[in-house]
């Protein structure tokens, strides 16, 4: 048991890249995740790793070791599963990731009670704005606001979200109001964008009678982290594009007033992705049916 832990440690060290966030992904202490990565390097009789000054990289050995490595952690994660539909009890550990905003406000008030009425399941649950890949950060799904391309993933889709312009009263008295899509370039409006590396998000599509219209809006300053751009919003910073169950409660207070209703963007698809093969595994069917169900429940509410 200690060599199999062992590879499991060090399969999420090589995915994390430190020895702190595959031993905390694994609810390991940093000492006891560094004892068996020393383990496994003393029974191979390689150095397996190596530290830079940012991070752990795979030494020449390590890289081969680790692609071996990953199968067989794959595979015992996919006999566990099978013993555990055919025992009819889901268990194991279930590796989710959201958008901040939805991650927040409806995923992580609902993973509690799935885990009440699934005890032997253990759910992580990793919140980021930023486009996540399912196979390299060995995630078994992933809940997505928009449309997804990869064709080796299943959508379950759970809702259409309207999603709606809007900024704070004292921005749009002192920049004014735009009334039709182009006014956004051509009063110079500072946009606030969610952005990070390979971002799709450099331009927002709004509808208008003519049809869907692309506009390469820009601003002063944009985030990788969706409540970072509301609360610029908040703070008359600009106009931000959200989702309308993130904004209810401040349109309803008039913190923040609709921007272009009669154009509005593109509404986002709210849906879980994953593998296909995923759904053999009866902890996942489970806890897909169980949010698509009270994830829609919870959208309606706002």
Partial sequence: MPYLESIQVFVRVVELGSITSGGRDLRLTPAVASKRIKELETRLGTRLLNRTTRKLVPTEAGRLFYEHARSVVSALNDAEASLAGFEGRPRGTIRVTAPLGVGRRVIAPLVPRFCDLFPEVDVRLRLSDRRVDLFEDELDLAFVLGTPQNSALTLRKIADCPRLLCAAPEYLARQGTPLVPQDLLDQGHNCLLLRYPRSPEYFWVLETPQGPQKLEVSGR?????????????????????????????????????????????????????????????????????????????????F
């Fill in 221 to 301: 300053y944009d985030a990788d982290e969706g409540d970072v751009l509301l609360n610029w919003a908040l703070d008359g910073r600009g106009i931000v594009m959200k989702p309308l169950f993130e904004v209810a409660r401040h349109l309803d207070s008039g913190a923040l007033v609709p921007v272009l209703e009669q154009t509005p963007p593109l509404p986002a698809v709210f849906g879980c992705l994953y593998p296909h093969r995923k759904l053999q595994d009866p902890k996942i069917q489970r806890f897909i049916d169980f949010m698509q169900r009270h994830c829609r429940a919870a959208l309606e509410t």
